[in-house]
Each structure stands twice: as structure tokens, then as C-alpha cells.
């Protein structure tokens, strides 16, 4: 059953641009970031991922594209994680927004909006969420001073 | 009439003590906290409120969940930056007199946070009267620390007391 459903993995995802390997029994699938919304489609419509886990991010200061955009989806039918990751660059970190697949991406996207300042295009409300109104920054990026603290109420003495 | 209500002993018919340390006496033995518990340490803290360690006994018993009828702010676990205009809020809501403990090492100083989110030691932002460090701190550090602010109310002014009294 799981390696049924692995094989399927690998050839339907395996394209032009993209390949998929297996790491710790998750499907890697590594793709640009134009063909994220296509997959993420058919992994929830064709394949079966019914359910969006989440999505980070990971900084890579000295490398171009920097930021790689991570995302994790789960089949509660076939007990299976597929992982999908795409690079984008620090000039324009967007990526296509899931909030017209999955309504949990609204506040998942929210906090990686806060804490490595990805923009997602499509969800309207990238509030803080985790942060607040006037953080400056975003303090999982690498540059983000260690010890810098940004207060919202004035210190006493 | 009873007989011996007529007559008192005469060993309880007065009472010397100065008018500071009579409500100091008072005071120190109706702390009513109220628990800003943000963090694991309130495992400890409940813990200690329980039957085994007992804060009862000091008179520290009844958790107020309004500041307004509290006089003991325990804070107890990591404040953050963002938490910190809520805790100050909740500090000047209080009555006086109020008294402030930092319960565990979060809440004196920030512990191992020192990052974006996290504030270094509520003493920042409130004044605070005993610090508990410890992560979290035994029972009987918290007991110490409740004895310690009893004996500092008690030995300490307190302005209620004036000529009219």
C-alpha cells in the first residue's frame, strides 16, 4: 500500500524542472516555484493529500535563491506525508498563496510571513500574527541580530 | 449573666504593639495573589498551592482572577514583548497596597531567552519585591520567598496608619 502509493508519487510528480526522491519515507519534491500551485492541485484533487500541515521556510544567507519555501501535506487516506519545496530569491520571496485549496494556509502562511517575511500572492492578510503592529524585521532570517528586542512598552529607570 | 464575663482575665484585658506592626501583622497574612501564569512554571505553582506544600498556611491561599481584588501579583513563567503592556495593565489595576513576586527564572530575568520575543525580567516594566529564581523553583524556594515578603510587609510602613487612628 505505502509503496503503491510512493511509486505513483514519484512518477506523477517526477517532471521537466522537478524531481522527486524519498527521504525518511516522505516524498521530497523539489520545483520552481510557478509550478507550486499545479502540484499542490493535484495532490489534493487527484492524489488524495486532504490535509496541509504546514509551511516554513529556510534560510540559506549565502546562497542564491536564499529562502526555500517548505510545505508538508498529509492523506488521512493513505497515511502518507508528501514535502514539496521551491526557492525563492530574497529580491521577490513570492509564492502563489493556498488559501483557494486549504483555509488552514491562511494563518500558517501569516507566520511565515512574520518570521521570514515571505509573501504569499493572493492571501490578503498577512498581518502579524505571531508578532506584532510596528516589528521591524523578520527575526528568523539569519542577518536578525541575536539580541535585538524591539519593546512595546518603555522601560522603567 | 455569666460570672466570668464580668470578670476578665486580666492578662488579655490589653495589648501593647506599635500601630505599623499591627497592620503589618495583618497584611502580611492575607496575601490575596493574583496568578499571571504564562508558562510552565505554573506546573510548580500548582504545585505549591496544593495540599502537600500548602501556600494556605501563610495566608496566601485564595487566588483573585480580578487584579482589581488582589494585592500579590505573581507572575509566574516568560513575559514576552508582546505580553508586557498587558502585564503592566494588570500591575496598575491593582490596589494598593500591592506586591509583586517574579516566580521562576523567566519572570527575574528572562532565563536562556534572550531573543526578539522574549522580555529580560519583568522588572523592566513593574516593580517587583521578591524574586524566586530557579526552573523552575523547588516548593520550598517559593514557600521561602512568601516568608520573605510576609517579613518584609510586616516590617515596613504602612501610611493607613496616621494621627486619626
Known amino acids: 500500500m505505502t509503496t503503491g502509493i510512493l ?52 534560510d540559506w544567507p549565502d546562497r542564491e535563491p536564499r529562502f526555500d519555501v517548505v510545505y508538508h501535506f498529509y492523506s488521512t487516506q493513505h497515511h502518507f506525508r508528501v514535502r514539496l519545496k521551491t526557492r525563492v530569491p530574497e529580491s521577490e520571496p513570492i509564492v502563489d498563496s493556498l488559501i483557494g485549496l486549504y483555509g488552514s494556509a491562511r494563518y500558517m502562511e501569516r507566520e511565515c510571513h512574520d518570521m521570514y517575511g515571505i509573501v504569499f500572492r493572493g492571501n490578503a492578510d498577512l498581518r502579524p500574527i505571531l508578532l506584532y503592529e510596528g516589528f521591524d524585521g523578520h527575526p528568523l532570517r539569519k542577518d536578525y541580530p541575536k539580541r535585538r528586542e524591539q519593546p512595546l512598552v518603555r522601560f522603567r529607570k | 449573666m455569666n460570672a ?32 499571571f501564569v504564562t508558562a510552565c512554571c505554573a506546573m510548580e505553582f500548582m504545585s505549591v498551592s496544593s495540599t502537600l506544600y500548602d501556600t494556605d498556611r501563610f495566608g496566601a491561599a485564595l487566588p483573585r482572577f480580578s487584579p482589581r481584588q488582589s494585592d500579590l501579583l505573581m507572575v509566574v513563567g516568560t513575559v514576552t514583548h508582546k505580553q508586557a503592556p498587558v502585564l503592566q495593565k494588570v500591575y496598575e489595576q ?19 531567552y534572550q531573543n526578539y520575543a522574549a522580555l529580560a525580567g519583568i522588572d523592566k516594566v513593574i516593580p517587583v519585591d521578591v524574586y524566586i529564581p530557579g526552573c523552575p523553583p523547588r516548593p520550598e524556594m517559593v514557600i521561602d520567598g512568601i516568608m520573605q515578603l510576609q517579613d518584609k510587609i510586616a516590617g515596613s510602613r504602612h501610611p493607613i496608619v496616621n494621627e486619626k487612628f
Open chain 2, 4 to 35: 466570668h464575663l464580668q470578670r476578665p482575665s486580666p492578662a488579655l484585658e490589653y495589648l501593647t504593639t506599635k500601630k505599623d506592626e499591627l497592620i503589618g501583622w495583618a497584611r502580611k497574612f492575607s496575601l490575596f495573589p493574583y496568578p
Open chain 2, 94 to 112: 491593582m490596589c494598593e497596597p500591592k506586591w509583586v513576586i517574579a516566580f521562576g527564572v523567566c519572570a527575574t530575568s528572562g532565563g536562556f
Open chain 1, 7 to 58: 511509486a505513483t508519487l514519484q512518477g506523477t510528480l517526477a517532471g521537466p524542472g522537478q524531481e522527486a526522491t524519498v527521504s525518511h519515507g516522505v516524498v521530497v519534491v523539489e520545483l520552481a516555484p510557478e509550478a507550486l500551485l499545479a502540484t499542490v492541485k493535484r495532490l489534493k484533487s487527484e492524489l488524495g493529500f486532504d490535509l496541509f500541515l504546514d509551511v516554513t521556510a529556510v
